[in-house]
């Protein structure tokens, strides 16, 4: 590989080579992979160091908590000094770079939050555990809720819809088809799950702007978004969507760059295999179509895993950049996968790969990287380069000064809570006769049970189907949306427009 090269990001080195990134490949994506304590987490932290100095943008979750050190000028100590003089590399001169800090829950870094009507039944489907028949029920009530004008931005809203729909399946049936009460109340009981692990403050208002993480300082340093993981990691689905949503979220809005110069951000996908685990056939089709066209958005994703074999073959076809760390061959199952990630990189004469792997030291890595030509080059044994800042984490008072002193400081701290579905079903139940309003009492493990008497049609109209939306506009009634067809009604505006990404919607797209 060439010792000087424009817009790259030199990530490893040995006596005899220098493995760069170069900035116009940098959007073809990449996977790192190694075990437990074999330099991932250094590497992730070069990596982003590199990028950063380019300008680009990076995003990464921070699962063991170490990687916000990089906010801090490092400090190379006697030993890893001498670590590094054994292998003919230079210490790097301490740096500190621009980061911004997220968290789900809001307590280590800035709030993230994303609606339900944008997170969608399919990432909701698969956050909640949800088999296919129930499935297709969440799909119903998002339906109806769409055809409805009913906005739903948090969990409550979703509650109340899905209680509703559960209350009022017979009136839905022509329409819609039979609407499973056991499997309204499955729904339920997930949401109450996802609630009780910290979820609801994911979900409402105000929704993250991706802008937020594309930004540069004043020096021209590309910020480091790092996302507090340790907490959201008892929750693997919920990260799992998070970070879905957020990659659908990117693939949505931006628009149609082609091949830069270099990336407008980098999105590090660590613990990848979360993604994958157990995930139906249509979300991993999704996902790889996303990782496919979402580098003509000019976005870089890199997926951080233990082995190659956690990726899907149709994803990883897609990944052009590899860096792969040692792995132990303690189980014939390890053996299995240390051949299968050698046959993934390109051969070197004189270089067995499925030996090396084994035999990698900590922070020593098999390269592959894409050439000026899109080709991957040999693989080749190196040595990572240290980062410039902190190996380690923060001090709370460190993380304080960089909260106080954001970009985004107070932008997303106070939640919103606007007139949506819950409020509008509440609302109007005053109207409702005394039988339906004690049914839209009960718990959640009641809440499909059958009413004494129903409300007439009339009243259910007005239950539902207010004249007013949430923001003032019109809405239709029951007996109009029976009249239209079920693709009209998703894509119409009925008070707002329908928003459901790729990975998330009913159709697969979305609305702005």
């Given at each position: 590989m060439t010792d000087t090269i424009k817009n790259a990001v030199l990530i490893a080195k040995n006596s005899q080579t220098e493995c760069h990134i170069l900035g116009d490949k940098a959007n073809r994506h990449g996977l790192i992979t190694g075990a437990t304590g074999t330099g991932k987490t250094v590497t992730l932290q070069t990596m982003?160091?590199?990028?950063?100095?380019?300008?680009?943008?990076v995003f990464m979750a921070d699962i063991k908590g170490d990687l916000t050190?990089?906010?801090?000028?490092?400090?190379?100590?006697?030993?890893?000094?001498?670590?590094?003089?054994?292998?003919?590399?230079?210490?790097?001169?301490?740096?500190?770079?621009p980061v911004t800090l997220w968290d789900v829950f809001?307590?280590?870094?800035?709030?993230?939050?994303?609606?339900?009507?944008?997170?969608?039944?399919l990432l909701l489907s698969r956050m909640?555990?949800?088999?296919?028949?129930?499935?297709?029920?969440?799909?119903?009530?998002?339906?109806?809720?769409?055809?409805?004008?009913?906005?739903?931005?948090?969990?409550?809203?979703?509650?109340?819809?899905?209680?509703?729909?559960?209350?009022?399946?017979?009136?839905?049936?022509?329409?819609?088809?039979?609407?499973?009460?056991?499997s309204v109340g499955a729904i339920q009981r997930g949401l109450i799950q996802i609630e009780e692990q910290g979820g609801e403050a994911f979900f409402g208002e105000p929704m993250l702007n991706i802008e937020d993480l594309m930004q540069t300082d004043r020096n021209g340093l590309g910020l480091i978004n790092i996302l507090a993981?340790?907490?959201?990691?008892?929750?693997?689905?919920?990260?799992?969507?998070?970070?879905?949503?957020?990659l659908s979220e990117l693939f949505e809005n931006l628009p149609e760059v082609g091949d830069l110069d270099q990336p407008k951000l980098v999105f590090f996908f660590d613990e990848a295999h979360l993604l994958f685990n157990d995930a139906p056939k249509v979300l991993v089709e999704r996902i790889e179509l996303v990782v496919r066209l979402i580098r003509s958005k000019g976005v870089g994703v890199y997926f951080v895993t233990q082995n190659s074999a956690d990726v899907p073959d149709s994803v990883l076809s897609q990944l052009g950049h590899r860096v792969q760390h040692a792995l132990r061959a303690f189980t014939p199952r390890d053996q299995k996968a240390i051949k299968a990630s050698a046959q993934t990189m390109r051969p070197k004469e004189g270089l067995n790969i499925e030996a090396a792997i084994t035999e990698l030291a900590v922070g020593e890595a098999l390269v592959s990287f894409l050439d000026n030509k899109g080709r991957p080059t040999e693989t080749e044994r190196v040595f990572v380069l240290p980062p410039a800042g902190q190996l380690g984490p923060i001090t709370p008072e460190q993380r304080q000064t960089i909260l106080r002193n954001s970009l985004v400081a107070g932008v997303y701290e106070a939640q919103l809570d606007r007139a949506s579905a819950f409020e509008t079903?509440?609302?109007?139940?005053?109207?409702?006769?005394?039988?339906?309003?004690?049914?839209?009492?009960?718990?959640?493990?009641?809440?499909?049970?059958?009413?004494?008497?129903?409300?007439?049609?009339?009243?259910?109209?007005?239950?539902?189907?207010?004249?007013?939306?949430?923001?003032g506009g019109q809405r239709d009634g029951l007996a109009q949306m029976v009249m239209k067809s079920a693709v009209r009604t998703v894509g119409s505006n009925i008070g707002r427009q329908v928003v459901r990404g790729l990975l998330g919607g009913l159709l697969g797209g979305r609305k702005r």
């Open positions: 982003a160091e590199g990028f950063s100095r380019q300008g680009v943008p050190g990089v906010s801090q000028a490092g400090n190379i100590q006697v030993k890893m000094a001498e670590i590094l003089r054994s292998r003919d590399i230079d210490s790097p001169t301490p740096r500190a770079f809001g307590e280590k870094g800035h709030p993230v939050r994303a609606t339900i009507s944008d997170l969608g039944p909640l555990n949800l088999n296919d028949t129930q499935t297709g029920v969440l799909q119903l009530v998002f339906k109806i809720a769409d055809n409805a004008g009913l906005l739903l931005l948090d969990l409550k809203d979703l509650r109340v819809m899905c209680q509703h729909v559960g209350d009022h399946a017979k009136d839905f049936k022509t329409e819609y088809g039979n609407i499973s009460a056991a993981a340790d907490k959201l990691m008892n929750s693997p689905r919920l990260y799992a969507a998070f970070l879905l949503w957020l079903l509440r609302a109007q139940a005053p109207d409702m006769n005394e039988s339906a309003v004690n049914t839209a009492k009960q718990s959640i493990a009641n809440a499909t049970q059958p009413k004494a008497d129903e409300a007439p049609s009339s009243m259910l109209a007005s239950l539902l189907f207010g004249s007013s939306g949430p923001r």
